[in-house]
């Protein structure tokens, strides 16, 4: 499976943007995760493969929201009210098998990173 990851780009505190990642095949739970240089890579939210049950991250909830169109095997992340403290690298990700979806290494497909600058 692989996964293809759309969007990002450079927006104003406060701003919005959207972030898409399309899997060519079937997929259990998926996620984002994001790199800020000179951290570790952290989950910022997955959603299960139902698309009922959704986790955030503690710094993103209320802010960010993630979906998932099942049929097209897609997973979508809206950022809003974004802060400069969101810059980093989104990656997705995706299982082959059920695990804990909260670390790195629950994940088997990765994406490619893209990119999301906040200005202050």
């Known amino acids: 499976v692989q996964l293809q990851a759309s969007g990002g780009g450079l927006v104003q505190a406060g701003g919005s943007l959207s972030l898409s990642c399309a899997a060519s095949g079937r997929t259990f739970t998926m996620g984002w995760f994001r790199q800020a240089p000179r951290k570790e890579r952290e989950i910022v939210a997955w959603?299960?493969?139902?698309?009922?049950?959704?986790y955030y991250v503690d710094s993103v909830e209320g802010r960010f929201t993630i979906s998932r169109e099942i049929g097209k095997n897609t997973v979508y992340l809206q950022m809003d009210s974004l802060k400069p403290e969101d810059t980093a690298v989104y990656y997705c990700a995706a299982q082959r098998v059920y695990r804990d979806p909260v670390t790195t290494t629950a994940y088997d497909y990765w994406g490619q990173g893209t990119q999301v600058t906040v200005s202050s």
């Open positions: 959603i299960s493969a139902s698309g009922i049950t959704k």
